[in-house]
């Protein structure tokens, strides 16, 4: 692994989709894809999504304006909600009715819009409850201590080792409650890497996080790009999805009304629709200055 990502642009990566590009556009390496994902609450229909495809080892942006369905979707796909209708499989293998703790141990883990860190437990036994192979989980186990034991070693020792790469080593008996925001954030997602997951979705992994600790956050959503893991990250900062993701989709209304590569997105009628619809602060042109950052590469 390298730690120099800031220093050096990200390495986008391109001709992940087949054919002509529209919302539902099949990809080359699909992790995961869904069809016919539909939730109701009431008379409402949050998420009615008709096909939809994530592309493999890439960083792609779910965007789109509040109320959108972005959230509720995350929860149908990883096992926090069920929806009325639908399919969806992971690496190929359906997910429907599958709760959110064996999706997690199949490699598609996700985090929460609000950090759902436990702030009475340590920075350490967040991590702990983290890691999917939790001692004395088997009777046969717990029957030999000496066998969770080791275990527990084990799993502590990935644990601080995950920890010094998110700088979070030395607070490692502080309660997660006297962290900031932004180490919530980042207790968050180092938590997350304790089950090895393939697929990593971050729920505005940046929201509330202080300048001071975006850059570093990007570089971690970049760095799991690099050890060839998938990220679908929901974000509202435009400057931020240029920068990081490969791909954008776009969702309002409950639809993914658009997808495609970061700057040919923006500039869709749609999206822009979309946001001028319920989101009229934000212009998609614009940057919002949150984070000064390398100068982007310019896409071929
Ligand atoms: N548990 C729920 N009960 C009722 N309505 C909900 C619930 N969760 C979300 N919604 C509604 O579904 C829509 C989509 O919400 P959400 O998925 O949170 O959007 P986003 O994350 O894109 O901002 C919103 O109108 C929201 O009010
Ligand atoms: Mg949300």
Redesign the pocket.
């Known amino acids: 692994m390298s730690s120099s990502t800031s220093s050096s642009s990200p390495v986008k990566s391109t001709g992940l989709h087949v054919g002509a590009i529209k919302p539902g556009v099949a990809k080359k390496d699909p992790i995961l894809v869904a069809d016919g994902v539909r939730r109701q609450?009431?008379g409402?229909v949050?998420?009615e999504v008709e096909h939809v495809e994530i592309p493999r080892n890439a960083i792609t942006a779910l965007i789109?304006?509040?109320?959108?369905?972005?959230?509720?979707?995350f929860n149908l796909l990883t096992g926090f909600d069920q929806p009325n209708d639908g399919k969806w499989s992971f690496n190929g293998k359906s997910l429907a009715g599958v709760s959110a703790f064996k999706v997690a141990r199949l490699g598609l883990i996700r985090t929460f819009?609000l950090t759902k860190a436990l702030g009475l437990l340590t920075v350490m036994d967040n991590m702990k409850l983290g890691s999917t192979e939790q001692r004395g989980e088997k009777l046969s186990a717990s029957l030999f201590p000496f066998l969770w034991k080791k275990k527990d070693a084990e799993i502590e020792d990935k644990a601080l080792e995950i920890l010094r790469r998110f700088k979070l080593d030395e607070k490692k008996d502080d309660f997660a409650a006297s962290l900031s925001g932004g180490q919530r954030k980042l207790l968050e997602m180092a938590r997350a890497l304790m089950t090895n997951p393939e697929l990593v979705m971050l729920d505005e992994p940046m929201a509330g996080v202080n300048p001071a600790l975006t850059e570093s956050l990007l570089e971690h959503i970049l760095n799991l790009k690099q050890e060839g893991m998938t990220v679908l990250f929901?974000e509202h900062d435009m400057h931020m999805v240029r920068h990081i993701a490969d791909w954008v989709i776009v969702?309002a209304e409950?639809k993914v009304v658009a997808e495609g590569a970061p700057d040919e997105v923006m500039k869709n009628p749609a999206v822009i629709d979309a946001y001028l619809g319920s989101h009229q602060d934000i212009d998609l042109g614009t940057v919002t200055g949150r984070v000064t950052l390398p100068t982007l590469p310019k896409e071929k």
């Open positions: 609450f009431g409402l949050a998420v789109g304006p509040n109320g959108a369905g972005k959230t509720t979707f819009q929901v969702m409950g």
